[in-house]
C-alpha cells in the first residue's frame, strides 16, 4: 500500500500543550519587560532632584536672578559659526544699557544636550576685549541647548539659555 493512502489523524490538542504554550509566551513577555526595565534603568542619563525642597528654593533663587538680570537691560549679542567637521566657534558681546561694552566678566558656556547630560560640552570662553567674548568647542550636530552665564565679583550677573539647531 503506498504511503500516501493512510489517513492523517489530526493532531490533538492536549491540555499539557496548551499549558506549556502560555507559560512559554508569558515567560517571554516577561523576560523582555525585564530587559526593557534594566536597560531603561542603567541608561538613565536625566536630571534627578534629590530633595523637592531645595529645588524649589533653587527656583526662587533663580526668579530673583532674572528680575536683577532684566533690571540690567544689557544686551547680548551671539554668534554661531561651523567652520567645518563639528567645530563650532561662539563669538559673544556684551554691552550694558548705556550701550559700552563689558569686558572685565568672568564668562561660562556650554552646549548642554537636551537628553543627555553626558554629552554636555564645555565652552572655554576667553575674552577679546570690547566686550567680546570667544570660544571654540566640538559639538555634534542636532539640537543643543547653548548656556551662557557671565558673572561678577562671585556673582552670576547674566544668564541666557537657547534651543540651538546645529548643522
Known sequence: MAHADVPRRPR?????????TLLAFFGVVMGVNFLMARLAVS????VETESSYKAG????????????????????????????????????????????????LAPDGRFSH???????VGLDL??????????????????????????QGGERQFRSKNRVQLP
Open 12 to 20: 490533538e490538542l492536549t491540555g499539557r500543550a496548551v499549558l506549556f
Open 43 to 46: 541608561t538613565f542619563a536625566g
Open 57 to 104: 528654593l533653587a527656583f526662587s533663587a533663580e526668579h530673583r536672578a532674572a528680575e536683577k538680570q532684566a533690571a540690567r537691560h544689557w544686551s547680548v549679542n551671539v554668534e554661531l559659526a561651523s567652520p567645518g567637521n563639528d567645530a563650532r566657534v561662539v563669538t559673544i558681546r556684551v554691552l550694558d544699557a548705556t550701550g559700552a561694552p563689558l569686558s572685565q
Open 114 to 120: 537636551p537628553t543627555d547630560a553626558r554629552r554636555d
Open 126 to 151: 576667553k575674552p577679546l576685549g570690547d566686550g567680546r567674548y570667544r570660544a571654540t568647542a566640538a559639538a555634534g550636530p542636532g539640537q543643543w541647548d547653548l548656556v551662557i552665564d557671565f558673572a
